[in-house]
């Protein structure tokens, strides 16, 4: 950061004017969203830290099962509440990959940015522990052994891991372990807050990234506030509404979709398997944001180096490196096309940790011989590598051109991924013949197909660069009336079918849950119309 | 508005080095709260150790009628998880009547068992009763801790998932543990079959009574249990000082 640019943020730190700061206006047009996914991933922790204390209310560590599942079953609203508490999770652990990688693409950790990187990072090291206490509170069969692995890792950490397996777990005996289980489940969550807190400082400090054309895509990125910018209040409230509603809507919705549906997979169960120390004959699994580690621990190579190491290579080496990406990807370039290493190998992570996933979900304790191993993580990152490298190249040359680059990495990332997948699917569907895997095997493929023709389209379409026309989708004022009008009329209408419903009834709250969630929705997009009309936004 | 703040002087090098010096002896006051803080948060979050002194000797009896266990209670081969906790109350135990593929007893002799994590080696109880044929061993996987039903016994002749190589006519009666696939074999003192697990299970030490065909629990021998620093802390005594009961989780 030059000290001009240093002094520039002191003053506009010293001005008085309210945080958070204003934002140029596209930020809040159509497309706008992709520069809100940390507010997403806020409303979300927002939505777990409400239902976490609600639940506080009923939880029992020395009654863990039986306490989750009178909560469930015999208190109103219980089953919204819990089930929504660990779906909000996934949603909060998805945003949060989402968030990561738009920044890690975009290279929002370059300068002035990389204190807020780092702190990004520790948030979703944060995120990850509390998720896997908060799933291991259930005390179900599946939790179980999670904390039993959690126990044995810690408790392999050199020289300090029996003194870390006591502070985080207990002295052994069950009363102890859910104790100091809900202990942390708090404590991580008021530290994700607090560091929170100055993640969003950071980012009002280094102000908020605007486009990197601002900056012609060279650091240091700082969003030169005009006065043309549009007031926070009301503007950039009410988007705020608008984003918040939306994002608690698909936290009810889905869920409650969910636990309507019949025969869904156990990783993604919104309930609680038998107790632990009862008959269970379903695999084993951990909560489905840790199936990568899950799969590294049947690699030949983890039983030898046992499974601390194994942690520590397969998930801490990553972490490392996501926290050491400001330090090694030091040029002033925010293109992508500079920055050739860190694009592939962002694209290789995503690959991994999909890969593995997949493959722990297909084939849980299959034991993996090493040649296989060094076959998954050579071959598809020297592929990635190689391809990715490619593009870049082609690209840099104008050999292809693209409107929108950062659309095109994104339609390939899908890609690679979703042929990955079927890849993986393919397989066992072609040995079983099972509808497990036929099914998503057929979907994924198709997808695939579809994303091939997509990115041959993009491709094409580049050969000619021309101006990105503007949508118009202008209707008429009279229209958006009515449509508002029919809205809160349908409003009305599920609030009389859903209030009836029994809220002790798992199935019946499950309507109750959908209804709440299109309630949500229909406020969003409420507000999303009058932000049409009265702001033209 | 123009702000009229006093510049501070310009400095003179002794003033210098002397505000450096005090920002050290800051930093030094601060580091030193931090350690005496660190200290006490860190001894305070170290549980109380609970446990044990000694193993007790205890009568098997069923949980549900509390009557002692005998020989015809236990069915050869049984697929089902049959378990006592012993010498802790998180410390559960297979309770195993082993048998050859048509179900009659198979005797169990000792067997000098291998711990390839070590390198050592220790000599199991082999089997009691009428038939030399009840076993006892630790039920909490060596590998990461899993507890039955996660980990259970395979009669043998059946499949063990994701286990070609010791599934059907190659199962020899294995126990198995399904959260990551390690295997032990139960008839060769639940010496280790296949990884990730680097350790056989404890074996406990039966004693049968003939005269009144009862079980007893004596003690524990080989590696220590799974997660526990020693077999007899990191965990709750039993509340029996004079028996073990015993459970059936059903396959």
Not at chain 1, 199 to 224: G, Q
Not at chain 1, 242 to 258: C, E, G, H
Not at chain 1, 504 to 523: D, K, N, T
Not at chain 2, 112 to 130: D, Y
């Amino acid at each position: 950061m030059t000290e001009k640019d240093q002094n520039e943020i002191i003053k506009i730190l010293n001005d008085p004017q309210p945080l958070p700061r204003k934002v140029p206006d596209y930020m809040r047009r159509r497309g706008g969203m992709w520069y809100w996914t940390g507010a997403m991933v806020m409303f979300a922790f927002l939505y777990e830290v409400i239902t976490g204390l609600v639940i506080l209310f009923y939880y029992q560590p020395t009654a863990a099962y039986a306490s989750t599942e009178n909560f469930l079953n015999s208190t109103p609203f219980g089953s919204i509440i819990l089930t929504t508490h660990l779906y909000g999770a996934y949603a909060m652990i998805a945003l949060l990959y989402l968030h990561l990688l738009r920044n890690l693409f975009v290279g929002a950790y370059k300068k002035p940015r990389k204190n807020q990187w780092i702190s990004g990072i520790l948030l979703l090291l944060m995120t990850l522990a509390v998720g896997f206490f908060g799933y291991s509170m259930s005390g179900d069969v599946l939790a179980a052994n999670a904390t039993g692995v959690g126990k044995g890792i810690a408790a392999e950490t050199p020289v300090i891991g029996s003194y870390l397996e006591g502070i985080f777990f207990g002295n052994g005996t069950t009363a102890s372990l859910f104790q100091r289980m809900l202990g942390w489940h708090i404590v991580l969550v008021a530290l994700i807050g607090i560091t929170f807190l100055g993640h969003f400082f950071l980012a009002e400090y280094n102000t908020i990234m605007p486009k990197r054309s601002e900056s012609n895509y060279r650091t240091p990125l700082v969003d030169r506030e005009t006065s043309t910018y549009r007031p926070w209040y009301p503007y950039n409230m009410i988007y705020m509404v608008q984003i918040a509603l939306y994002t608690f809507a698909a936290i009810l919705i889905i869920p409650s979709v969910v636990v309507a549906l019949p025969g869904v997979p156990t990783l993604f169960s919104p309930f609680p398997q038998v107790a632990a120390g009862t008959s269970f004959t379903g695999p084993l699994y951990p909560p489905w944001f840790l199936l990568f580690v899950y799969k590294a621990m049947d690699f030949q190579v983890s039983s030898i180096i046992d499974p601390f190491w194994a942690t520590v290579i397969f998930a801490g080496a990553p972490l490392v490196y996501l926290l050491l990406i400001p330090f090694l990807d030091r040029n002033n370039s925010l293109s992508m096309t500079d920055r050739p290493v860190t694009v592939a190998l962002g694209i290789i992570g995503i690959a991994y940790l999909v890969g593995l996933s997949i493959w722990g979900a297909l084939t849980p304790a299959l034991f993996i011989p090493d040649p296989e191993v060094l076959l998954f993580f050579v071959v598809i990152g020297v592929a990635l590598f190689v391809l990715v490298e490619l593009a870049i190249w082609s690209i840099k040359h104008r050999k292809t051109r693209f409107r929108d680059p950062a659309k095109v990495y994104i339609l390939l990332a899908m890609t690679g991924i979703s042929a990955f997948g079927t890849g993986s699917l393919a397989i066992p569907s072609l040995i079983t013949f099972k509808p497990v895997y036929d099914i998503p095997a057929i979907l994924l493929a198709m997808i695939t197909a579809y994303l091939i023709l997509l990115d041959i389209a993009s491709m094409r379409t580049a050969e000619t660069v021309r101006p990105m026309e503007p949508v118009s989708s202008d209707m008429k004022p009279v229209t958006y009336v009515l449509i508002s009008a029919f809205l809160v009329f349908a409003a009305i209408v599920i609030l009389f079918i859903i209030t009836p419903l029994n809220p002790s009834v798992v199935s019946q709250e499950a309507g109750y849950g959908i209804g709440l969630g299109l309630l949500l929705f229909i406020s969003g997009t409420l507000v999303k119309i009058y932000r049409k009309t009265e702001y033209g936004e | 508005m123009v702000e009229t703040r006093k510049e501070p002087e310009k400095d003179n090098p002794a003033d210098a080095s002397r505000r450096s010096f005090l920002k050290v002896m800051m930093a030094l006051g601060v580091g030193a709260v931090t350690i005496a803080v660190a200290r006490g948060a860190i001894q305070n979050l170290i549980p109380q150790s609970v446990g044990t002194s000694s193993f007790p000797t205890l009568t098997l009896v069923n949980a549900t009628t509390g009557a002692p266990i005998k020989t015809n209670d236990l069915t050869v081969n049984n697929p089902a998880a049959v378990i006592f906790d012993y010498p802790l109350q998180n410390e559960p135990n297979f309770l195993l009547r082993l048998g050859d593929s048509s179900g009659n007893d198979v005797a169990i002799s000792p067997y000098n068992v291998q711990i390839p994590a070590t390198g050592g080696t220790f000599k199991s109880p082999g089997g009691v009763g009428p038939y030399k044929s009840v076993v006892s061993s630790s039920a909490v996987c060596q590998h990461l801790g899993c507890t039955p039903p996660s980990i259970h016994f395979y009669k043998p002749g059946t499949t063990i998932p994701n286990h070609p190589g010791h599934s059907g006519s190659a199962n020899t009666g294995f126990i198995n543990c399904n959260c990551h696939g390690s295997t032990y074999d139960p008839y060769k003192g639940f010496s280790v079959v296949t990884g990730p697990t680097k350790s056989p299970l404890p074996s406990v030490i039966l004693a049968w009574d003939s005269s009144s065909d009862t079980y007893a629990v004596n003690s524990m021998v080989g590696p220590t249990i799974y997660g526990h620093s020693d077999d007899l802390s990191g965990g709750n005594p039993l509340s029996s000082s004079s028996q073990a009961d015993v459970t059936t989780i059903s396959d």
